[in-house]
């Protein structure tokens, strides 16, 4: 194992240039940890010639960035200074580190660094300028990555970075041919050098076969094999309550602290014991002091390797470890590799498999993961009642909506159409579909979030392409969330993209009394959105084709009374609905880990868990809208043949038939 380090350390080592003496290297590196950097440096420099000391504190850097990563971003730092223009790896170790650290500003004038030398290699310039894309600097990226892949000769290991920037700067074209090039490396099982961010992966395909692949490989890749690792013993449960810890780099203002808050709150402490294990930074917040609050032991795990982190776990005797990041950028699923809990738990932050080497269990619910599908998961399933998806809207009240004019909305019988969803989950169809509901409904307007001047002049192009006026897309800016969650209430109707639709943007719609229209999605990640709707007891609003999504739309939009009874419903009904109910969803959970714990502890195989209750009764948690008198307005638009426009219209009537059901 040491050796394999070694070996890696030393391909590290060659990347950047110069000859390293690791014996020089390791010494500096003890010195650095016991008597800080300056002592590391003067050290450095009474054994290495002055040429090659940015060498050695940008492979001291890389040495110390997951263990100590303070000292690794004061290494690379002082690499950069004292040889800017060749010190490319260490700028981009820098803005790696500050980007984890939440120091977005700092960490996107380091990639500028890295994009604007001349000595950067492609590879470098692609990983800098996805952290760009992100930071308001499409152009940038977009014109530095281009260029990069280009240099290259556009290899497959490398279309998934390139694709991610065209998705956040809404750069269609390129996305197509990526996407294509992508599909075509999938289908000849070249899995490994398509090397994909998982979540761009999920943003254009769909097919779960090729996720689990996908996701799969990426394991192997980036989870190191613990050969010795096995899971602790489990110390009986009789008598004690259940040890379950939660890892997360995002316990902080974030959407997953923002949904988990309400289920930390409902556990039941008689039968719990919580352990927090950060792998982040507390950013000071509110939000990070209310999670905190809920937990009975909080551990640090940021300035900790893999494996110290692992023990600390071990030490605490956990029964089940929840890990809330999943194959996502600031996750440390490497801990998980040292087996530190007898049951490992995928969980919320990560849509779907997250390839089953570490983890036993995914969270899922009967419409994300229907029954059946459980065969293709490398995991076991843990099927929930109700929703996966916790939130915590129980405990607030719905904001007043400011007036349209204030959040410079067009008044009178305008109607707005919201998408607050990132940009990189739509593609051309979907924009596509979107303007065919406009061109249906000339008084709506589209409101999205302003993703940037890049993908905004794009946008607008494809509106123009489209035959829609540019007036009629809205942007707004980005917000805190209070003032984010009232504005939503200003809109008519929401509408959801697809393959990968809305997850916590659908809970915060429902949640301000707006109805969201979704399309009935092929995996995971496609499904959330239905599943909330239904057991929002509004099921009606998850549609089958993309036809069928228009055609709701365009309907509810041109028929004024349904829409409002369909938004007095969910304004209403919604709120006392299963959605925001999060006691029965934790004691499900609960009961889960219980079940799952006590299997490891008697030996047996781990199973799939289904969680079935049966209906409370209550009248308002089984109430859903009737829409038996439902009669929208049907526009059907001109197609070029008479045999296009007579399936049309067949279509059209089946349609509404299912919708007056």
């Given at each position: 194992m040491k050796s394999?380090k ?5 391909k590290k080592?060659v ?13 500096a ?6 008597r800080?950097l300056?002592a590391a ?5 009474s054994?290495?010639?002055?040429p090659?000391?940015p060498?050695y504190l ?12 303070g000292?690794?971003?004061e290494?690379?730092?002082?690499a950069?200074?004292l040889?800017p ?10 803005g790696?580190?500050l980007?984890r650290?939440?120091?977005l500003?700092e960490?996107?004038e380091?990639m500028?660094?890295v994009?604007q030398?001349?000595?950067s290699?492609p590879?470098?310039i692609?990983?800098?300028a996805?952290?760009?894309?992100r930071?308001s600097?499409g152009?940038t990226?977009c014109?530095a990555?281009?260029?990069a892949f280009?240099k ?11 694709l991610?920037i065209?998705?956040?700067?809404a750069?269609?074209e390129?996305v ?8 075509e490396g ?6 490994q050098e398509c090397n994909?961010?998982?979540r ?5 395909c769909d ?6 692949a996908?996701v ?5 890749k ?5 050969p010795?690792?096995?899971p602790p ?9 259940l040890?379950?810890?939660?890892l997360?780099s995002d316990?902080?203002?974030h ?6 808050q309400?289920?930390?709150a409902?556990?039941?402490?008689n039968?719990?014991e ?5 792998t982040?930074?507390?950013d000071g917040?509110?939000?990070r002091?209310?999670?905190e609050?809920h ?6 795990l940021?300035?900790?390797?893999d494996?110290?982190a692992a ?6 005797h956990?029964d089940a470890?929840?890990?809330l990041?999943?194959?996502t950028r600031?996750?440390?699923m490497g801990?998980l ?7 490992q738990?995928?969980?919320?932050g990560?849509?779907?498999s997250?390839g089953?080497?570490v983890?036993?269990y995914?969270?899922?619910d009967?419409?994300t993961?229907?029954?059946g599908e459980?065969?293709?998961y490398?995991e ?11 939130n915590?809207?129980r405990?607030?009240?719905r904001?007043e909506v400011?007036?349209?004019?204030g959040?410079?909305l067009?008044e009178?019988?305008?109607l707005i159409?919201?998408?607050?969803n ?9 924009w596509?579909a979107?303007?065919s509901i ?5 008084k ?12 905004r002049?794009?946008?607008l192009k494809?509106t ?5 006026s540019e ?5 707004a800016?980005h ?5 984010h969650?009232?504005?939503?209430g200003?809109c ?8 990968y639709?809305?997850?916590t943007?659908?809970?915060d719609?429902l ?6 229209i979704t399309?009935?999605g092929r995996?995971?990640?496609?499904r ?5 709707l239904?057991?929002?007891k ?7 084709s993309v ?5 709701t739309?365009s309907g509810?939009?041109n028929t004024?009374?349904e829409?409002?009874r369909?938004q007095n419903?969910?304004?209403?009904k919604v709120?006392?609905?299963?959605l925001?109910a999060n006691?029965?969803?934790v004691r ?5 880990l219980?079940a799952a714990?006590k299997m490891?502890?008697?030996g047996k ?11 409370s ?19 059907t638009p001109?197609?070029r ?5 007579l399936?049309r219209n067949?279509?059209d009537?089946?349609s509404?038939?299912m919708?007056?059901r």
């Amino acid at each position: 194992m040491k050796s394999r380090k070694k070996k890696k350390d030393r391909k590290k080592a060659v990347k950047h240039g110069q000859r390293i003496n690791f014996e020089i290297l390791s010494s500096a590196r003890n010195i650095a940890i016991s008597r800080g950097l300056d002592a590391a440096a003067t050290f450095l420099k009474s054994r290495v010639p002055g040429p090659l000391m940015p060498d050695y504190l940008t492979n001291l850097a890389i040495n110390l960035q997951h263990s100590k990563p303070g000292l690794s971003l004061e290494s690379a730092r002082q690499a950069v200074t004292l040889a800017p223009e060749k010190s490319s790896g260490a700028a981009l170790l820098c803005g790696q580190i500050l980007n984890r650290q939440g120091r977005l500003q700092e960490a996107a004038e380091y990639m500028l660094h890295v994009v604007q030398t001349s000595a950067s290699t492609p590879e470098q310039i692609l990983v800098a300028a996805t952290t760009l894309a992100r930071h308001s600097h499409g152009d940038t990226a977009c014109q530095a990555a281009v260029s990069a892949f280009d240099k290259l000769g556009g290899p497959l290991r490398c279309a998934s970075a390139l694709l991610y920037i065209s998705l956040v700067t809404a750069n269609w074209e390129r996305v197509e041919e990526l996407t294509s090039q992508l599909r075509e490396g999938y289908s000849q099982n070249r899995h490994q050098e398509c090397n994909e961010l998982l979540r761009t992966h999920l943003l254009w395909c769909d097919d779960l076969s090729c996720n689990i692949a996908a996701v799969q490989n990426w394991s192997l890749k980036n989870i190191p094999a613990i050969p010795s690792a096995h899971p602790p013993v489990v110390e009986p449960l009789e008598g004690r309550r259940l040890r379950i810890g939660y890892l997360s780099s995002d316990f902080r203002d974030h959407p997953t602290s923002r949904l988990i808050q309400g289920l930390l709150a409902a556990h039941d402490r008689n039968r719990v014991e919580l352990f927090m294990y950060c792998t982040g930074w507390d950013d000071g917040s509110e939000l990070r002091r209310s999670i905190e609050s809920h937990f009975e032991h909080k551990r640090s795990l940021s300035g900790m390797d893999d494996k110290a982190a692992a023990e600390l776990i071990r030490s605490d005797h956990i029964d089940a470890l929840i890990e809330l990041n999943g194959p996502t950028r600031f996750n440390r699923m490497g801990i998980l590799a040292y087996r530190p809990a007898p049951v490992q738990v995928s969980y919320l932050g990560f849509p779907g498999s997250v390839g089953g080497r570490v983890v036993d269990y995914i969270v899922a619910d009967y419409h994300t993961v229907p029954e059946g599908e459980e065969k293709y998961y490398p995991e076991r399933i843990i099927r929930l009642n109700g929703s996966y998806q916790p939130n915590a809207f129980r405990f607030f009240k719905r904001p007043e909506v400011p007036s349209r004019a204030g959040l410079g909305l067009p008044e009178g019988d305008a109607l707005i159409v919201g998408m607050f969803n990132m940009i990189n989950k739509v593609r051309p169809e979907v924009w596509s579909a979107w303007m065919s509901i406009l061109k249906l409904v000339p008084k709506a307007f589209l409101w999205t979030l302003d993703p940037g001047a890049a993908a905004r002049g794009n946008l607008l192009k494809a509106t123009q392409e489209q035959g829609v006026s540019e007036k009629r897309i809205l942007f707004a800016p980005h917000l805190p969330q209070p003032q984010h969650l009232a504005r939503l209430g200003a809109c008519d109707l929401m509408l959801d993209p697809w393959p990968y639709g809305g997850h916590t943007s659908t809970t915060d719609a429902l949640f301000a009394g707006v109805p969201v229209i979704t399309l009935e999605g092929r995996n995971f990640a496609g499904r959330v959105s239905g599943s909330l709707l239904k057991i929002a007891k509004v099921p009606v609003l998850v549609r089958s084709s993309v036809q069928d999504y228009i055609q709701t739309a365009s309907g509810l939009l041109n028929t004024p009374e349904e829409l409002k009874r369909l938004q007095n419903f969910i304004r209403e009904k919604v709120p006392k609905s299963p959605l925001f109910a999060n006691q029965g969803q934790v004691r499900d959970l609960e009961t889960a880990l219980e079940a799952a714990v006590k299997m490891r502890q008697e030996g047996k195989k781990l199973m799939n868990i289904n969680i079935r209750q049966p209906s409370s009764g209550k009248q308002a948690d089984s109430e859903s809208i009737d829409w038996s008198n439902l009669s929208i307005a049907v526009v059907t638009p001109y197609w070029r043949t008479p045999w296009e426009k007579l399936k049309r219209n067949i279509r059209d009537r089946l349609s509404l038939q299912m919708l007056r059901r």
